[in-house]
């Protein structure tokens, strides 16, 4: 297996990379942190909410607090805040970044049934 230059295995940060995207809430707060200027600290939940017709924003925030930013932020790819409840990119932000970058230039290649999907959710973020 090949190690990273601070000694993690490549395998491992797939896994735990793919496995961290897989929420809706936390690809959405990527892609959010995508379009905003590197240093730019954004508010919760706005950010990680779809549309703003979805679910119940409290309900969202308790989720985020102790589901999603833990997650995002022992992974290091983002940093976050309770007051005021924000979240800017980590050090490692770079790895997500890539994998989102990719799917949205790849968009048209997708499967067609994979595509509606991402359309979808890219509609409901704009």
Request: hydrophobic share 40%; aromatic share 6%.
């Amino acid at each position: 297996m090949m190690e990273t230059p601070d000694g993690g295995v490549v395998q491992d940060r797939w896994e735990q990379l793919l496995r961290l995207l897989s929420a809706r809430p936390r690809r959405q707060i990527v892609v959010s942190l995508l379009d905003a200027p590197a240093d730019q600290r954004l508010p919760l939940p706005a950010v990680a909410l779809t549309s703003p017709s979805q679910a119940d924003p409290e309900r969202i925030a308790v989720e985020l607090r102790h589901h999603h930013l833990p997650a995002l932020a022992s992974a290091d790819y983002i940093r976050w805040e309770h007051e005021p409840f924000c979240v800017r990119r980590g050090p490692r932000f770079s790895e997500p970044a890539a994998v989102m970058r990719l799917f949205q230039e790849s968009v048209d290649q997708l499967p067609e049934t994979l595509e509606q999907e991402w359309l979808v959710e890219a509609h409901e973020s704009s």
